[in-house]
């Protein structure tokens, strides 16, 4: 079975100091790879998604950079954190394009709350 | 432009009672539709999923959905609700493609309590 692993678990880092969370994914090969934020009670903001190694696609401009430098790990990062990077980092997966069970169904790890102080 | 809503931010039932959160959506054609449930703190987990066939689906922790059509609805239902069932709950519809791949939109979610 497929499972998903997000490291760490909670994250408390100051203002302007760099980032760097981690997405494992087990069980599977080229999978569809995504990073979502969740701010305080909001919804889910999808911020990167990938289809393969070393291609990424962002949903929106922002501070956040992302990486994929194998088949099954997720890399977000950042070089100077801000305050409104603060929130619950969700990393996802689905089927990639050839597997026969189709793309579409996402599957959640547990999350990083980060808190910038 | 496709999009989910779910009407209802906060819900409140008493143990035991029925539970109905609702979904409507916009899209252009039959859409996949998905429930997800997140605990406070937690990562969101699959609840249900419609893709065709049987318009009325089956998932886990007893919960069902159905996929109505006409009504852009695509609502969660549970008989009897647990005090494990407080949570948030979200809708989402795909495939919405892009860039290669296919994405969900996701609704603003559901908080769901519930009182002893």
Same mark, same amino acid.
């Given at each position: 079975s497929q499972t998903i692993h997000q490291w ?15 997405c494992t994914v087990e069980g599977t090969s080229n999978p569809n790879l995504y ?20 291609? $990424?696609? +962002?949903?929106?401009?922002?501070? @956040? #950079?992302? =990486?994929?430098?194998?088949d099954r790990q997720f $890399?977000? +990062?950042?070089?100077?954190?801000? @305050? #409104?990077? =603060?929130?619950?980092?969700l990393c996802a997966w689905s089927p990639g394009?050839s597997s026969p069970w189709g793309t579409d169904t996402q599957y959640f790890g547990p999350g ?6 | ?33 998905f429930?997800y449930v997140?605990?406070?703190?937690q990562g969101l987990q699959l609840l249900l999923k ?9 998932g886990i922790k ?55």
């Amino acid at each position: 079975s497929q499972t998903i692993h997000q490291w760490p678990a909670t994250l408390v880092q100051p203002v302007g100091s760099p980032l760097s969370l981690e997405c494992t994914v087990e069980g599977t090969s080229n999978p569809n790879l995504y990073w979502y934020r969740q701010a305080a009670g909001r919804g889910l903001q999808l911020l990167f998604y990938s289809v393969g190694i070393g291609q $990424i696609s +962002s949903e929106v401009p922002q501070n @956040l #950079s992302a =990486s994929r430098p194998q088949d099954r790990q997720f $890399i977000l +990062s950042s070089k100077k954190l801000l @305050l #409104s990077d =603060s929130g619950f980092y969700l990393c996802a997966w689905s089927p990639g394009t050839s597997s026969p069970w189709g793309t579409d169904t996402q599957y959640f790890g547990p999350g990083t709350r980060l808190t910038v102080l | 432009a496709q999009s989910v809503t779910q009407p209802d931010i906060h819900i409140t039932v008493s143990e035991g009672a029925s539970l109905e959160l609702r979904c409507n959506y916009s899209y252009g054609a039959t859409p996949y539709l998905f429930w997800y449930v997140q605990s406070p703190g937690q990562g969101l987990q699959l609840l249900l999923k419609y893709f065709s066939g049987d318009t009325l689906v089956q998932g886990i922790k007893g919960f069902e959905a159905e996929f109505k059509r006409s009504q852009s609805s695509f609502n969660l239902r549970k008989p009897s609700v647990h005090w494990s069932d407080a949570a948030e709950y979200f809708c989402a519809v795909g495939p919405s493609f892009s860039g290669g791949y296919n994405k969900l939109i996701f609704g603003a979610g559901t908080r769901l309590a519930v009182h002893p």
